[in-house]
């Protein structure tokens, strides 16, 4: 019987309300200060523009909105995470 090594997971760690949440670092390009994303109309409601990265429109969601929480006005902590997930 072989015993597993444990794995060592680093993460970024993000609050929304009174929760916390994680994703892998390796998910994560960059983490970027907040600002305004350039409106796309006719989107989703959780889907609030596209954020310019280096002269690249990445699509920016507001997680809160997706998770069916309230929205809330972004704060001088408010930050937007550049994502790469597989698909």
């Not at 309300?17 to 305004?36: C, N, Q, S």
């Amino acid at each position: 019987c072989r015993m597993s090594q444990p794995v060592d997971l680093q993460v970024v760690e993000f609050g929304l309300g009174t929760e916390v949440f994680a994703v892998p670092v390796k998910l994560v390009r960059e983490i970027l200060d907040y600002t305004p994303p350039a409106h796309v109309p006719n989107g989703p409601a959780h889907f609030v523009g596209l954020t310019d990265v280096r002269g690249q429109g990445v699509p920016t969601l507001d997680l809160r909105r997706r998770l069916g929480l309230d929205p809330i006005a972004p704060t001088l902590a408010t930050r937007i995470l550049i994502l790469d997930i597989p698909m």
